[in-house]
């Protein structure tokens, strides 16, 4: 399985912008990256994703490096309901009608106020 | 629209009973998955559905876990009998149709073994 390393945990400060790093070194050139995130008590919820270019939505900003052996989800304004677990996750096809997600330990963001 | 639906939300069983969890998903989503997420850790795929044939099992103990889907559209997973270490909480995912779409979440039922 392609694999992702993620910082354990990161802190931010309330209204600053927040810079989630990701390294998947072993990245094949049709896996797409993921990103959702998990707050508390909850399912994981999408955020973003990418496979070349970098990608803008009304939840973050993900930039891929040229190389595409890394990339950054990008929030731009963190508040505290963006306390969460981030996952950064390579979507491998498997079959025809396939989408596997393998999520990792994922990167713990506590916004202070 | 509506989300992903699970029951119970909390279950707290002793060893070697039986449970089971039951999954509604979105409307029209013909993917359906079972992970287990242990405490500390992010979710794992049990299965895969599309719409009610197996795509992948390969991550599920197959001598206890079983999970059906007869059809294509609710599931429900079952443990039997239960040991301590399937304490855990159990999330259902559905997906619509396009290989980028994104996995929709239920809020899980966390399983507690005595």
């Known amino acids: 399985d392609a694999k992702t390393t993620q910082p354990n945990s990161m802190e931010s400060n309330e209204e600053e912008p927040v810079h989630l790093p990701c390294n998947h070194s072993t990245i094949s050139g049709t896996d797409y990256i993921h990103w959702y995130r998990q707050l508390p008590s909850q399912g994981p919820e999408y955020v973003i994703h990418g496979l070349t270019s970098n990608v803008n939505n009304r939840m973050a900003s993900l930039a891929i490096a040229e190389d595409r052996k890394s990339s950054t989800l990008i929030l731009h304004r963190a508040t505290l309901r963006d306390a969460a677990v981030y996952y950064c996750i390579l979507r491998e096809k498997i079959k025809a009608a396939g989408n596997k997600l393998t999520f990792g330990g994922g990167t713990r963001v506590l916004v202070k106020p | 629209e509506a989300g992903v639906a699970q029951s119970p939300r909390y279950k707290i069983i002793e060893k070697r009973q039986s449970v089971a969890f039951w999954c509604n998903p979105i409307s029209g989503h013909a993917t359906l998955y079972w992970y287990q997420q242990i405490l500390g850790q992010g979710p794992k795929l049990l299965i895969q559905?599309?719409?009610?044939?197996?795509?992948?099992d390969s991550q599920l103990p197959k001598d206890r876990f079983s999970a059906e889907r007869l059809k294509g559209v609710d599931s429900t997973l079952k443990i039997q009998p239960a040991k301590l270490e399937d304490s855990a909480v159990y999330l259902c995912?559905?997906?619509?149709?396009?290989?980028?779409?994104?996995?929709?979440f239920g809020d899980g039922t966390r399983l507690s073994i005595l």
């Open positions: 559905f599309q719409n009610n044939g197996v795509v992948d």
């Open positions: 995912a559905s997906k619509g149709l396009g290989s980028n779409q994104p996995q929709h």
